[in-house]
């Protein structure tokens, strides 16, 4: 099958950047963290068949203006184009057209080469084509290993992977930070006959660069300096001597901008770049103006299915998460029950309070392990970047926890009965924790992702779920213990509480989850 063939291009699409409408237009991008500004008043267009090569710095702004351009970052002021869709707001929209290779490879070690790219098949909704999978890896020169767990990769290799799931994705738009690390001079070669390849047959790549002498594959160059854009051009004009001259020069505004920044347009004076297009104007070609069209359900769910499977096939085989948490259950219940020789009459009472608080630590031990694993793998950013709804990651994620926590929950129950000879396995004891682990793993799902972005984040996910789970955690407790007291009326009033906390703690989720995980 054809390089791409799968993704809906025809082999003999062209498109000339100059007889169409940009693909790609980022309206006058602002981009401030705190006080300090990292971009200003950026405007930039790529169209159907360019390749645009952004130049400039350490620091320049460049990985930045990507991720703004792919959803990741909201900018603080301007508009992200692509077709009908602009982000702000619709970064759904915009996200089903782009297709992002970042510094991170966005790859899972304890799945292979195949599974890897099978997987964001699935989680973006493309073409679930095995044959594209076998011709992306025998383009990068990984077909051999394609069976391999991607732990055992060089750096070179990941690169290589990371370029394969990229350019696997059907998107009109292909955004590349730095695409050329850690390849070798073949495989640097390799790469920009692939991005030439692919702009032929129409998409619009923007490509951010360092060296000036691997840059004259593209079409174009802009360069950015201390978060401005202060020249644009053909390839050739843009050598390493005159680039450090650029670079000097434009290293003097730089400190302005870092302590002033642009004077920021309303709402109503930036919305007109979202203003529909005037029927009859052609974007670019069918095949390439919506390569995911309407997700509607089935996709939906054959992206939770993805996450899902991703996440259970990971944990069967390194047991990361799965290990402590039984330890945990285990020792705890072990020394609980030797230490207090209890009896029925204590055990009633305080057995509840030694369970729903392991069911609480075992939450955050385990929702914040799974959690930070994928954000220093960095596999994180390509889960937000799935077209759609993004409170699907949440449902997805919650899943997977609340599996976990029912397996805390059964061998607790087990335990009860060999260290503290007491039968929890009451219908009502199973719906109360149950209901408690529906709680624990939502509330816990949605807070690791609020603390994700923080350096002290498996710190701070405690600090604030301990408090946020008080109500569930008391409630559970308060009912168990009425159940095993046999007082049928009060562990409804419980059961009830715990109810109504689970529908509110999902009925907020569903609202905020979208603004929690976007930065």
Same mark, same amino acid.
């Given at each position: 099958?054809?390089?791409?063939?799968?993704?809906?291009?025809? *082999?003999?699409?062209?498109?000339?950047?100059?007889?169409?409408?940009?693909? *790609?237009?980022?309206?006058?991008?602002?981009?401030?963290?705190?006080?300090?500004?990292?971009?200003?008043?950026?405007?930039?267009?790529?169209?159907?068949?360019?390749?645009?090569?952004?130049?400039?710095?350490?620091?320049?702004?460049?990985?930045?203006? *990507?991720?703004?351009?792919?959803?990741?970052?909201? /900018?603080?002021?301007?508009?992200?184009?692509?077709?009908?869709?602009?982000?702000?707001?619709?970064?759904?929209?915009?996200? &089903?057209?782009?297709?992002?290779?970042?510094?991170?490879?966005? *790859?899972?070690?304890?799945?292979?080469?195949?599974?890897?790219?099978?997987?964001?098949?699935?989680?973006?909704?493309?073409?679930?084509?095995?044959?594209?999978?076998?011709?992306?890896?025998?383009?990068?020169?990984?077909?051999?290993?394609?069976?391999?767990?991607?732990?055992?990769?060089?750096?070179?290799?990941? @690169?290589?992977?990371?370029?394969?799931?990229?350019?696997?994705?059907?998107?009109?738009?292909?955004?590349?930070?730095?695409?050329? %690390?850690?390849?070798?001079?073949?495989?640097?070669?390799?790469?920009?006959?692939?991005?030439?390849?692919?702009?032929?047959?129409?998409?619009?790549?923007?490509?951010?660069?360092?060296?000036?002498?691997?840059?004259?594959?593209?079409?174009?160059?802009?360069?950015?300096?201390?978060?401005?854009?202060?020249? +644009?051009?053909?390839?050739?004009?843009?050598?390493?001597?005159?680039? @450090?001259?650029?670079?000097? &020069?434009?290293?003097? /505004?730089?400190?302005?901008?870092? %302590?002033?920044?642009?004077?920021?347009?309303?709402?109503?004076?930036?919305?007109?770049?979202?203003?529909?297009?005037?029927?009859?104007?052609?974007?670019?070609?069918?095949?390439?103006?919506?390569?995911?069209?309407?997700?509607?359900?089935?996709? +939906?769910?054959?992206?939770?299915?993805?996450?899902?499977?991703?996440?259970?096939?990971?944990?069967?085989?390194?047991?990361?998460?799965?290990?402590?948490?039984?330890?945990?259950?285990?020792?705890?219940?072990?020394?609980?029950?030797?230490?207090?020789?209890?009896?029925?009459?204590?055990?009633?009472?305080?057995? /509840?309070?030694?369970?729903?608080?392991?069911?609480?630590?075992?939450?955050?031990?385990?929702?914040?392990?799974?959690?930070?694993?994928?954000?220093?793998?960095?596999?994180?950013?390509?889960?937000?970047?799935?077209?759609?709804?993004?409170?699907?990651?949440?449902?997805?994620?919650?899943?997977?926890?609340?599996?976990?926590?029912?397996?805390?929950?059964?061998?607790?129950?087990?335990?009860? !009965?060999?260290?503290?000879?007491?039968?929890?396995?009451?219908? !009502?004891?199973?719906?109360?924790?149950?209901?408690?682990?529906?709680?624990?793993?939502?509330?816990?799902?949605?807070?690791?992702?609020?603390?994700?972005? %923080?350096?002290?984040?498996?710190?701070?996910?405690?600090?604030?779920?301990?408090?946020?789970?008080?109500?569930?955690?008391?409630?559970?407790? @308060?009912? %168990?213990?009425?159940?095993?007291?046999?007082?049928?009326?009060?562990?409804?009033?419980?059961?009830?509480?715990?109810?109504?906390?689970?529908?509110?703690?999902?009925?907020?989720?569903?609202?905020?989850?979208?603004?929690?995980?976007?930065?």
């Amino acid at each position: 099958m054809p390089w791409g063939a799968s993704g809906g291009f025809p *082999l003999d699409t062209c498109c000339a950047a100059v007889d169409r409408l940009p693909m *790609l237009q980022l309206e006058r991008i602002s981009k401030a963290f705190g006080p300090r500004w990292v971009l200003w008043e950026i405007s930039l267009a790529a169209h159907p068949g360019e390749i645009v090569a952004l130049m400039g710095p350490n620091g320049a702004g460049k990985s930045t203006l *990507l991720r703004v351009a792919a959803t990741l970052l909201r /900018p603080t002021s301007g508009r992200v184009r692509i077709g009908d869709s602009c982000w702000p707001p619709d970064g759904a929209g915009v996200r &089903a057209q782009v297709s992002l290779l970042s510094h991170q490879p966005w *790859l899972y070690p304890d799945l292979s080469a195949e599974e890897n790219l099978r997987f964001y098949q699935r989680l973006y909704g493309w073409p679930e084509d095995p044959e594209a999978i076998e011709e992306a890896l025998r383009r990068m020169g990984l077909a051999d290993r394609a069976r391999d767990p991607v732990r055992s990769f060089s750096r070179g290799m990941l @690169q290589r992977l990371a370029l394969a799931r990229a350019f696997l994705s059907p998107a009109p738009v292909l955004l590349l930070d730095e695409p050329f %690390t850690g390849l070798d001079v073949l495989g640097i070669e390799e790469t920009r006959e692939v991005i030439r390849e692919l702009a032929a047959r129409g998409r619009a790549v923007v490509v951010a660069l360092h060296d000036p002498a691997i840059a004259d594959f593209a079409h174009r160059v802009v360069v950015l300096v201390g978060g401005r854009l202060i020249a +644009e051009g053909a390839p050739m004009a843009f050598r390493e001597k005159a680039l @450090q001259e650029l670079y000097q &020069a434009g290293m003097a /505004p730089r400190r302005r901008l870092a %302590t002033g920044g642009p004077a920021l347009r309303s709402e109503e004076g930036s919305s007109s770049l979202c203003v529909e297009r005037s029927p009859g104007v052609d974007l670019a070609p069918a095949e390439i103006r919506s390569p995911h069209g309407a997700r509607g359900k089935g996709r +939906e769910l054959r992206a939770l299915r993805a996450l899902l499977g991703k996440d259970l096939r990971i944990e069967g085989r390194g047991r990361e998460t799965l290990t402590p948490l039984l330890t945990l259950a285990g020792l705890s219940l072990f020394l609980f029950g030797t230490a207090f020789e209890l009896r029925p009459d204590l055990a009633r009472s305080f057995v /509840p309070v030694f369970f729903w608080m392991l069911l609480l630590f075992a939450s955050s031990l385990g929702v914040g392990r799974m959690m930070a694993a994928e954000m220093d793998r960095g596999t994180w950013e390509g889960l937000l970047m799935v077209p759609g709804d993004r409170s699907l990651l949440f449902a997805g994620k919650a899943m997977v926890h609340g599996l976990l926590l029912g397996l805390v929950i059964l061998i607790s129950l087990a335990a009860a !009965g060999v260290f503290f000879h007491l039968s929890l396995w009451d219908p !009502g004891i199973l719906l109360l924790m149950a209901l408690g682990a529906i709680g624990l793993s939502g509330g816990t799902t949605l807070l690791a992702a609020m603390a994700m972005a %923080t350096r002290s984040r498996e710190l701070l996910l405690p600090i604030l779920l301990f408090p946020v789970a008080a109500p569930l955690v008391i409630a559970g407790i @308060q009912g %168990t213990r009425a159940i095993l007291e046999v007082d049928p009326s009060g562990w409804s009033m419980w059961l009830q509480i715990l109810i109504a906390y689970d529908l509110l703690l999902f009925a907020v989720t569903g609202m905020v989850f979208e603004e929690v995980v976007s930065a």
